[in-house]
């Protein structure tokens, strides 16, 4: 059964960095798309960035372009999400996600992708 697992998330100043990390437990880790949402209290989950099968492809949302990064590593199945110059708007949950996934398109609808982790929380202190 394939699962998905976040990790890195914790309390952090505005301005400083963290990395999520999510470690997934599939057969095929090459066969998925990932991507990381967040969410918060009353609010849809949002998209914040997605990486193809290959890694050859990534997109970001508007309000975390020039700050975060993501990568895979498909040696250890893993897939991160580097953030820096962190601000309090980017308090969350955290969410990985996986979509089943030949192309390099990556998906922003969440209702796109195929399995979801628990998630991590991210605070962001001011």
């Known amino acids: 059964q394939e699962q998905f697992v976040e990790s890195g998330g914790g309390l952090v100043q505005a301005g400083g960095s963290l990395r999520l990390s999510c470690t997934a437990f599939?057969?095929?880790?090459?066969?998925?798309?990932m991507g990381w949402f967040r969410q918060t209290p009353g609010k849809e989950r949002e998209f914040v960035a997605g990486i193809n099968w290959s890694g050859g492809t990534s997109d970001f949302a508007d309000s975390v372009k020039g700050r975060f990064r993501i990568a895979r590593d498909s040696a250890n199945n893993k897939v991160y999400l580097q953030m820096n110059a962190l601000r309090p708007e980017d308090t969350a949950t955290y969410y990985c996600a996986a979509k089943l996934s030949p192309g390099s398109q990556i998906a922003v609808d969440p209702n796109a992708y195929d399995y979801w982790g628990l998630g991590t929380q991210v605070t962001v202190s001011s």
């Open positions: 599939v057969r095929a880790f090459s066969a998925y798309a």
